[in-house]
């Protein structure tokens, strides 16, 4: 099963909103964490949180700067 076909920009979105108690349109006017105010510490996080939801792996060497770079990184992921 592909979880790229199930994972929007949107549930990202959503889950960083719910996560870090910011609006919608504040996370999708920024895109990159460290214009969110993200520090590393936010970023792992967030990581962990999609590890959570997506029963996944995201391995340390995988850049994530951004909404899109998350979402890509799923998009091309199988879960076994």
């Known amino acids: 099963m592909r979880i790229g076909s199930g994972v929007a920009r949107q549930d990202i979105i959503q889950l960083i909103s719910r ?3 910011l609006s919608f349109s504040h996370i ?3 895109n990159k964490f460290h214009k969110m105010g993200f520090d590393l510490l936010d970023v792992v996080d967030i990581i962990l949180e999609v590890e959570r939801k997506y029963k ?3 391995p340390d060497e995988v850049p994530l700067e951004s909404i899109d770079d ?6 091309t992921k199988t879960i076994t």
């Open 70 to 75: 998350l979402v890509q990184f799923l998009q």
């Open 19 to 21: 996560k870090k108690r």
């Open 28 to 30: 999708i006017a920024k």
């Open 56 to 58: 996944l792996i995201i």
